[in-house]
């Protein structure tokens, strides 16, 4: 059973379209988080929800629009696709409580976008 | 200055060596260290975490100088499936959300030949 899951593992599209990447978990984690793999290896986070409530929203334009039906999932939506938007996108989820102990974070296999 | 430097590698040495990496970090408030590893086209996943005291996990060491803001990794007789991008995360809770958010360095790669 895979604990992270993320959907679809590949995605290639045109600019200027809207695509949407799905995440679940399955570990009954409190926080899901969206981050951002670019060509150059680097891994930045995007935004963290705690039980469905945006935590974190690290000044990502606003063409990004993430949402939370239920604590198990974290969705993706990406509007008006641009050619820097090419990147792998990675969810994770963790145990992460308000003021808690800190805790490990478990990826999802990675949505890699390509935009032409 | 990013908030967590390491140097990218790649590190390219023969079964057996010993091998360190060294991370830095610039937020003197971080309040926890880890070391991820990355396979190629792969997810990040824990390989330990980091405590003050110095932690040790079978091959794998790892240090925290939280003085000088350094963590370091070091790993004793190499194998070929070592080969893997190390990275060094540094976890921030935010003073206002309460909530951690992990940082990562950019990673330093490494390859382990026969």
């Known amino acids: 059973d895979t604990a992270v899951s993320q959907t679809p593992k590949y995605l290639v599209t045109q600019m200027g379209n809207d695509k949407s990447i799905k995440c679940e978990q399955n570990?009954?984690?409190?926080?899901m988080y969206w981050y951002k793999q670019d060509s150059k290896k680097f891994l930045k986070i995007m935004f963290s929800?705690?039980?469905?409530?945006?935590?974190i929203n690290e000044t990502v334009p606003n063409r990004f629009s993430p949402k939370s039906p239920d604590k198990a999932h974290l969705n993706l939506h990406i509007n008006s696709l641009e050619l820097g938007d090419s990147a792998v996108y990675f969810c994770?989820?963790?145990?992460?409580?308000?003021?808690?102990?800190?805790?490990?974070?478990?990826f999802g296999q990675g949505t890699r976008l390509t935009v032409v | 200055r990013k908030e967590v430097e390491q140097d990218p590698g790649p590190f390219n040495v023969p079964e057996g060596a010993t091998v360190a990496f060294n991370c830095t970090y610039s937020?003197?408030?971080?309040?926890?260290f880890f070391w991820y590893r990355q396979d190629c086209r792969k997810e990040p996943k824990l390989l330990m975490s980091?405590?003050?005291s110095g932690n040790e996990d079978g091959r794998f060491t790892a240090q925290l100088n939280r003085a000088s803001q350094y963590i370091s990794l070091l790993i004793r007789d190499s194998k070929l499936s070592d080969s893997a991008t190390y990275l060094c995360?540094?976890?921030?809770?935010?003073?206002?959300?309460?909530?951690?958010?992990?940082?990562f360095g950019t990673g330093t790669r490494l390859l382990v030949s026969p």
């Open positions: 994770a989820s963790s145990q992460d409580r308000k003021r808690g102990v800190n805790t490990e974070a478990f």
């Open positions: 570990l009954g984690h409190d926080t």
């Open positions: 929800y705690n039980n469905k409530e945006l935590i």
């Open positions: 937020n003197s408030a971080s309040q926890s």
């Open positions: 980091v405590y003050s």
């Open positions: 995360v540094v976890n921030q809770r935010g003073e206002n959300t309460g909530f951690q958010k992990l940082v």
